[in-house]
């Protein structure tokens, strides 16, 4: 299927790997030009010459997307993205009653804030255009709530809720606006989960990956590729009546109807 995005700009945040790398990948096969963003340089310029050889076009902004100059670097490199894509990795889990305040305020910051700073800066050229493609890859803890990744669920909710009304306002322009909510997609983030649990139940990784995977509805976690088809579907031009939503990409395990 020609997803009709060929030649299209993109913005994907926190993409020198895991689930933001895998969505730029999927979306420079589609003739995206691409605008990646990573804290590592080793990793993000490793992502970059990947990405080169496959004969992606493709521009890397090393930084942290919490500060302000390196959003400002990204728009930058790209002044009118036609998709962008909002990605952060979320804080560790943990106990409630040890969480300070610091701790809320730098989840929001990550979590919250700066995707909705980069919905503000760049709707107004998508409005112009009459064509934008915003994702905001959050957590299925947002539709699921599990105590111990609360400092996550929180700040995502919040970004739900704005997305959620921002999309009516710009519907009329064909601008989109979804969230697409992972669950046990094996990355790195998984990888902290796991080791996590297992440090609490006093069992080892391979044990507490193994638990997991059975309580699962596939037995077995997703593939990146998996979520990024998602995400490249709903850039395209046939995704253009599906705004506003969550969607769960976690294999049928979520027993919610909604």
Known sequence: MDLKIKGRKAIICA??????????????????ELII???????????????????????????AMEDSSTRSALLEACPEPDI??????????????????????????????QS???????????????????????????????????LSTSARSGLHGLSKALSREVAQYNITINNVLPERIDTDR????????AKLADSTYEEAKKELEETLTAKRMGTVEEFSGVCTFLCSEQAAY????NISVDGGNSSNLI
């Open 15 to 32: 993409s020198s790997r895991g689930l933001g790398k895998a969505c730029a990948n999927s979306l420079g096969q589609e003739g995206v």
């Open 37 to 63: 963003n990573g804290v590592n340089e080793k990793n993000l310029k490793k992502t970059e010459e990947e990405f080169l050889d496959k004969g992606f076009k493709v521009t890397s902004v090393l930084g």
């Open 84 to 113: 962008l894509i909002n990605n952060s990795g979320g804080p560790p889990p943990g106990n409630f009653f040890d969480w300070t305040e610091e701790d809320f305020l730098s989840a929001i910051k990550s979590n919250f804030t």
């Open 116 to 150: 909705a700073l980069l919905m503000q800066a760049v709707i107004p050229k998508m409005k112009e255009k009459n064509f934008g493609r915003i994702i905001n890859i959050t957590s299925a803890m947002v539709k699921n709530p599990h105590l111990i990744m609360g």
């Open 190 to 197: 998984q990888t902290q989960i796991l080791n996590f649990q």
């Open 242 to 245: 599906i705004s506003g939503q």
